[in-house]
C-alpha cells in the first residue's frame, strides 16, 4: 500500500467511524475503498471488520450518557451479539458469497421499513404488551442473534438493522436506541475480529489504516449523533439504508 493509499484508507476510515456512530453502513465506505487499492475482497472484509473495531468503541464511549440505565439489558442483548457473530463469521469463511447477495438488501430494507414506523408501531406493541418484557423478550433476542449473524459475515447497514429491531421493541427514545446499537455492534465486530485474527487471511496495513481513521470518526460521529433530533436522525438512517441497499444491488 502507498502512502497516498493508505491516505485514502484512513480518510474512508474517518467516514465509516462517522457514519457508524449515527446509523450504521460505514463498511460501505471503507470495504470498497481497501478493495480498490488491490486487496482482495475476502482480505478486505476481514480486515475492515477488525479495523472498525475501535472505532465501534469511541462511538460506544461517546454515547456513554444515553447507556445509563441499560447495563442489564445490554448483557442479555449481547450475548445474543456475541454468538450471532461468531456464527456469522464461519459462514463468511466457509459459506457462498452469492447465497447472502439477495438476502441482505432485503433485510435492510425490512430495517428501513421498521425505523419508518417505529414510534406507531411501538406505541401499539405498548399497548398490546403491559406485561410483556421490558426488554423486548425472546423476539428481539432472536432478532439481534440474526443481526449479529448478519454483521459477522459482511456488516454494512448491521446498525440500520439493529436500530430497526431496538426501536420497534423497546419502549424508549431514539437516541437511547442508537446508544445501544453502537454497544451490540462493538461486541459483534470486536468477537468476528478474534475469529479472524486465529482463522483468515487479514492485511494488517489495510487494518492499521482504517483503524486510526475509524477511531477518530467514532468519536466525532457520536459527537454530532448525540445532538440530532430523533425525526432528523430517523430520516438519515432511511437514506443511508437506501443508499445500502442500491450499492449492494447495483454497485
Do not use: C
Request: proline share 4%; no cysteine.
Amino acid at each position: 500500500m502507498t502512502p497516498w493509499e493508505a491516505v485514502a484508507v484512513t480518510a474512508a476510515g474517518i467516514g465509516a467511524g462517522a457514519i457508524n456512530a449515527v446509523v450504521g453502513s460505514g463498511s460501505l465506505i471503507t470495504f470498497p475503498a481497501l478493495v480498490a487499492v488491490g486487496v482482495d475482497p475476502l482480505v478486505a472484509n476481514v480486515s475492515n471488520s477488525i479495523g472498525l473495531v475501535p472505532g465501534s468503541f469511541t462511538a460506544a464511549y461517546g454515547y456513554r450518557a444515553e447507556l445509563k440505565g441499560q447495563r442489564e439489558r445490554l448483557i442479555r442483548l449481547g450475548m445474543a451479539s456475541l454468538l450471532g457473530s461468531l456464527i456469522g463469521g464461519v459462514l463468511l469463511l466457509f459459506l457462498d458469497p452469492s447465497v447472502f447477495n439477495v438476502v441482505v438488501p432485503v433485510l435492510i430494507a425490512l430495517a428501513l421499513v421498521l425505523v419508518v414506523v417505529q414510534p406507531k408501531l411501538n406505541g401499539w406493541l405498548k399497548a398490546k404488551r403491559e406485561h410483556a418484557h421490558p426488554d423486548g423478550g425472546l423476539g428481539l433476542w432472536l432478532g439481534v442473534l440474526g443481526a449479529g449473524i448478519y454483521g459477522g459475515y459482511f456488516g454494512a447497514a448491521q446498525g440500520v438493522l439493529l436500530i430497526g429491531l431496538l426501536g420497534s421493541f423497546l419502549a424508549d427514545d431514539l437516541q437511547r436506541v442508537n446508544a445501544a446499537k453502537n454497544v451490540l455492534s462493538l461486541i459483534v465486530n470486536a468477537a468476528a475480529s478474534v475469529l479472524f485474527v486465529f482463522v483468515a487471511e487479514v492485511d494488517w496495513w489495510a487494518v492499521l489504516g482504517v483503524a486510526v481513521g475509524a477511531t477518530i470518526g467514532g468519536f466525532v460521529g457520536a459527537k454530532v449523533g448525540r445532538k440530532i433530533p430523533a425525526p432528523v436522525l430517523r430520516g438519515i438512517i432511511v437514506v443511508v439504508g437506501l443508499v445500502a441497499i442500491f450499492k449492494l444491488v447495483y454497485g
